[in-house]
């Protein structure tokens, strides 16, 4: 699917339960391997490949097999990290997937504050991935006023994220769309035409306009608007 696709940039590949399957006989890195490989993903530069886990002994081993982007996924909330734990992350990764809480903290549905972790990982070379975003209100603080792409650009601008792992690609990727360039051809337009000159023209039977207030509004409407403004307040005195 993606290599047939032509409006994505490649392909995320994420690999849990590795240990599981190794011990179940399965050995998930060679059916990566090989599936990639007929797929000709090993011999192309056009799309990216990038392989995800939460296991760093799979990326580990997967490292050593293939140049294909690692990104280590931590699975739980984090409010910063150690030094030499980046330093091992990067033994085996070039980007990190962390979750919102781990850049925006929420409290009571509302963020908290912000965490150093992604200008930390980022000042190691690493590239920070956030997710998980989705269009419905439920997954998102109230700061961002129930608005998916209000979420997605407080992230980046403020969190200064490199992406994000959303539910709803086409979201982020309207996002993502740059605004077009003005082109010669938006100027082209075809030439004035001539002033036509018209004269008045009137009818026998014609009546005068009805008067006007200094407002520019037929005086008849006030005999309209005020007992609606009668009603409202009278409604408003009952509460």
């Keep these: 699917m993606a290599s047939n696709a ?29 599936a990639s490989s007929k797929l000709g993903y090993n ?10 886990s939460s296991s760093s002994s799979f990326l580990m081993k997967f490292k050593s097999q293939t140049n294909y982007d690692l990104v280590y996924k931590i699975d739980e909330d984090i409010g910063g990290t150690q030094n030499s734990t980046i330093d091992n992350i990067k033994r085996f990764a070039t980007a990190v997937v962390i979750s919102k809480d781990s850049v925006f903290p929420v409290n009571s549905l509302f963020t908290a504050s912000a965490t150093n972790v992604v200008p930390r990982l980022q000042a190691a070379n690493l590239s920070v991935y956030v997710q998980t975003f989705s269009n419905e209100f439920t997954s998102q603080a109230w700061d961002f006023f129930s608005d998916a792409t209000v979420e997605i650009n407080s992230f980046f601008v403020g969190g200064c994220i490199n992406g994000v792992v959303s539910d709803f690609p086409k979201t ?19 030439s004035l035409p001539p002033v036509v000159t018209k004269s008045p023209t009137t009818t026998p039977n014609s009546t005068a306009a009805a008067p006007r207030s200094p407002n520019g509004q037929p005086k008849v409407a006030t005999s309209v608007i005020m007992p609606l403004l009668t009603v409202l307040l009278a409604i408003s005195a009952l509460f």
């Design 6 to 34: 032509s409006s994505i940039q490649g392909a995320l590949i994420s690999i849990v339960n590795a240990a599981f399957l190794a011990e179940q006989g399965f050995g998930v890195t060679d059916a990566v391997l090989d």
């Design 172 to 190: 982020s990727n309207r996002y993502r769309t740059p605004n077009p360039y003005l082109t010669d051809v938006e100027l082209v337009e075809p």
């Design 43 to 52: 011999n192309q530069t056009a799309l990216k490949v990038m392989i995800q």
